[in-house]
């Protein structure tokens, strides 16, 4: 993970939302739907991270990075990507939620292309997604889009670890 | 969503009772891992907050209910990469958008890259990462969302 800067990290939400706050207390309606979005997306952070970093820190002290290595490592089988599905169906929420759970499974030894493919399978196998899905667009939609996705994400995964570079973060 | 805190309490309580110590450390590490990454969600919820209010839910809707063909398909997949939306209000939507008449391949690039693509978690995904991964893997999801908007168009006889 790199160091981020403090400074910059928190320039573009305090402009957004000191812009937000302006445009509230000048009478703009404007303002006032900024800060509702911001509501409803800060709740949603707030029902999903907590619970989702301590099943991370618990994962972390927990499972021995041995384990995770010896089946997810240089060396993994073909079973691993399967695993990784089985995972990645589990999530909730999204990119933002799978991201801290992808890059946790590489600090404990997890092969890059694996770690990419679990994130790729995080977007298109969560089960309540699935669901909702199946039932609005049809059963066979949600089957044509598994059948293509799944085998593009594995093969894009490995063109993606190989461009760049095994081993580095970056 | 709310059934991740009781998940994560009773997962709590049980290490708790196994070892103590392992799991401060683990309420520790929770707690650094998640204020270190924290401003990059802050940021993620700020972009997302300004994106939504240029498109409203409704106003996708009529975007892609107004536009058929290859350029209706590079809007719903333009739309989907940016805007987030939970997939109970997606579906939903797509589903209306059907009876309307929007063809399948314009409701699969939409829905698709919305999951596959990422635009306001960039700097989340960046930050874990590196810029180059983050692009490529955001690249490929576009990628994969086309294709599979072409497919479902030729499956349905769209094309």
């Given at each position: 993970m790199?160091?981020q800067?403090?400074?910059l ?5 305090a402009?957004?939302i ?5 445009a ?6 404007l303002?006032?739907?900024l800060l ?7 709740k ?9 970093f ?14 995770i290595?010896k089946?997810f490592?240089?060396s993994h089988?073909s079973s691993?990507w ?8 589990t999530?909730?929420?999204?990119l933002?939620?799978s991201?801290?759970?992808a890059?946790?499974l ?10 990419y493919?679990?994130?790729?399978f ?9 669901f909702?899905?199946?039932s ?5 939609f949600?089957?044509i889009?598994?059948?293509?996705a799944?085998?593009l994400?594995?093969?894009?995964a ?6 760049t570079?095994e081993g580095?973060?970056n | 969503?709310?059934f ?5 309490i009773?997962v ?16 520790r590490?929770?707690?650094k891992?998640l204020s ?12 997302l907050?300004v994106i939504s209010l240029?498109?409203?839910v ?5 975007i892609?209910n107004q536009?058929s063909?290859w350029?209706?398909l ?19 939507l797509a589903a209306?958008?059907?009876?309307n008449?929007v063809?399948?391949y ?8 919305l999951?596959?693509?990422?635009f ?9 990462f590196?810029?180059?991964?983050a692009?490529?893997r ?6 994969i969302s086309?294709?599979i ?7 349905y006889?769209?094309f």
């Open positions: 790199k160091k800067n403090d400074l990290s928190y320039l573009i939400p402009l957004i000191g812009f937000s706050l302006g509230r207390f000048s009478g703009f309606e303002g006032e739907r509702t979005n911001l509501g409803q997306y800060l949603t952070l707030l029902l999903l991270l907590p619970p989702v301590i099943l991370i820190g618990l994962f972390e002290v927990w499972v021995p990075r041995k384990t290595e089946h490592g240089e089988g691993a399967f695993w990784l599905m089985l995972l990645s169906a999530i909730v929420g999204g933002y939620v991201l801290p759970l890059y946790t590489y600090q404990k030894g997890t092969r890059l292309r694996l770690v493919g679990f994130l790729g995080s977007t298109i196998c969560r089960i309540p997604m699935t909702f899905e199946a609005f667009l049809g059963l066979k949600t089957l889009r598994y059948a293509i799944l085998p994400i594995i093969i894009s490995m063109i993606i670890e190989k461009m570079g580095k973060g | 969503m709310r991740l805190y009781p998940i994560a009773i709590l309580i049980i290490s708790f009772f196994a070892n103590k110590t392992k799991t401060w450390q683990a309420i590490l929770a707690w891992k270190s990454i924290l401003p990059r969600f802050l940021t993620m919820i700020s972009i907050a240029i498109f409203p409704d106003k996708i809707g009529v892609l536009n063909n350029l209706g590079m809007l719903a997949l333009g739309i989907g990469s940016i805007i987030f939306v939970p997939g109970f209000i997606a579906y939903p209306v958008l059907l009876e008449g063809p399948y314009i409701i699969a690039g939409f829905t698709t890259s999951m596959l693509v990422g306001a978690s960039l700097p989340i995904e960046i930050t874990y590196g810029k180059k991964t692009i490529l955001n690249i490929s999801g576009l990628v086309l294709l908007a072409i497919a479902i168009g030729f499956i006889g769209e």
